[in-house]
């Protein structure tokens, strides 16, 4: 099975103090310490599974600058066999349309039987995956926690949906799955691994390489914009019930019905 994972260098939340920068149109981004995305990392590591009980090759592809390498490196000291790394300044200001578009060019320059996003990457949108789906006309699954290879042409998969339930369906192949955390556990990556696939080369392919127009990427072609960034209002606070289990209850109950929660 050949497995293609779609990863992305990201801001660490736990190292860093995220704060806007001074225009309001982005966070301040000097000095941020990246890691890959937190999603991505599940999705590479199913992807090793698979292959590891079915045969076959993880190949693992990033969008951004030369400080994404890391990111693919790093993962391919997790088991991916392959990086791939698409740089160009055209892509710069790309929506979620913009940049399936340039996976989809990836996709058609290899020959893939499943391809896999995080659930979450694209500024937490979570669009990537259905519209590269969508671009290259092919099944999809989303916030997928299950696989079950059932034979060369179809899987099984779980989603998770509301109320904590699974949603299981069977997905012909070739598809796109976006990977939701808890899927798996992913594997420590020790300084060895890191050594062992330090000199490895990471072709890095432009717009142009995908046999794609500049004019179709970028923030010219953006039909989603970002404008704007600010902080949510600080309300008055919480208002912390006291007394016995029955005299809170009681009081909560009062305040549900002032508030108009309950009749």
Request: hydrophobic share 40%.
């Amino acid at each position: 099975m050949e497995i293609l994972v779609c990863v992305k260098r990201v801001p660490d939340n736990e190292e860093n103090e995220i704060e806007l920068n001074s225009a309001g149109n982005d966070i301040e981004r000097d000095d941020l310490v990246y890691s890959v995305n937190e999603w991505d990392n599940y999705a590479v590591e199913e992807a090793i599974q698979l292959v590891d009980k079915h045969g076959g090759c993880v190949t693992v592809v990033s969008i951004g600058d030369e400080e994404s390498e890391e990111v693919l490196r790093r993962e391919m000291a997790m088991g991916a066999e392959k990086g791939i790394l698409v740089s160009d300044d055209a892509i710069e200001g790309s929506d979620g349309r913009g940049i399936a578009t340039v996976l989809k060019g990836v996709v058609e320059k290899g020959k893939y039987d499943l391809i896999m996003t995080g659930a979450q990457a694209d500024a937490g949108a979570a669009q990537v995956g259905g519209m590269l789906a969508a671009l290259m006309d092919v099944p999809y699954a989303s916030l997928v926690n299950k696989i079950e290879v059932l034979d060369d042409k179809k899987l099984k998969v779980g989603r998770e949906i509301e109320g904590g339930d699974q949603e299981m369906n069977e997905i012909t192949l070739p598809c796109v799955l976006s990977i939701q955390t808890g899927i798996n556990e992913p594997r420590y990556v020790g300084i060895r691994g890191i050594r062992k696939v330090a000199s490895v080369e990471i072709p890095t392919m432009t717009v142009s390489d995908l046999g794609l127009s500049a004019d179709v990427v970028g923030a010219g072609a953006a039909k989603v914009k970002r404008t704007d960034y600010f902080l949510p209002e600080m309300g008055e606070g919480a208002e912390m019930l006291e007394g016995s289990t029955d005299e809170i209850i009681e009081k909560l109950i009062e305040l549900l019905k002032a508030k108009g929660g309950l009749q």
